[in-house]
């Protein structure tokens, strides 16, 4: 069993940044993969972020070069830095463990999910 708790989500303008955490217990050492995701009202769920247990990193491409992915095994804690925030990544962000496969870029694959924290972007 995997618990993850998101922590970091708030309101900025255009431009601002923001740091989410995962905060994470249980059999974290056995996921293949960490990762971020997000969903927006109305829409459906998309892969944002993703680091795997050799420590490579992926993003998607809409946050590539802004958003960086990290963790710091000594405190189980999953980060994601957001830089030059836009509205369109006005979200709800949710942090996920995959412990079933190496398919790091597939929210379906992930078997286990924090609360998610909102992320707000006005302009």
């Known amino acids: 069993q995997v618990q993850l708790v998101e922590s970091g989500g708030g309101s900025v303008q255009t431009g601002g940044s923001l740091r989410l955490s995962c905060a994470a217990s249980?059999?974290?050492?056995?996921?293949?993969?960490m990762g971020w995701f997000r969903q927006a009202p109305g829409k459906m769920r998309n892969f944002v972020s993703t680091?795997?247990?050799?420590?490579?990193?992926r993003y998607a491409d809409s946050v590539k070069g802004r958003f960086t992915i990290s963790q710091d095994n000594g405190k189980n804690t999953l980060y994601l830095q957001m830089n030059s925030l836009k509205p369109e990544d006005t979200a709800m962000y949710y942090c996920?463990?995959?412990?079933?496969?190496?398919?790091?870029?597939?929210?379906?694959?992930?078997?286990?999910w924090g609360q998610g924290t909102q992320v707000t972007v006005s302009s």
């Open positions: 680091i795997l247990r050799d420590g490579s990193t």
């Open positions: 249980g059999q974290t050492v056995s996921s293949y993969c």
């Open positions: 996920a463990a995959n412990t079933r496969s190496w398919a790091c870029y597939s929210g379906p694959q992930y078997n286990y």
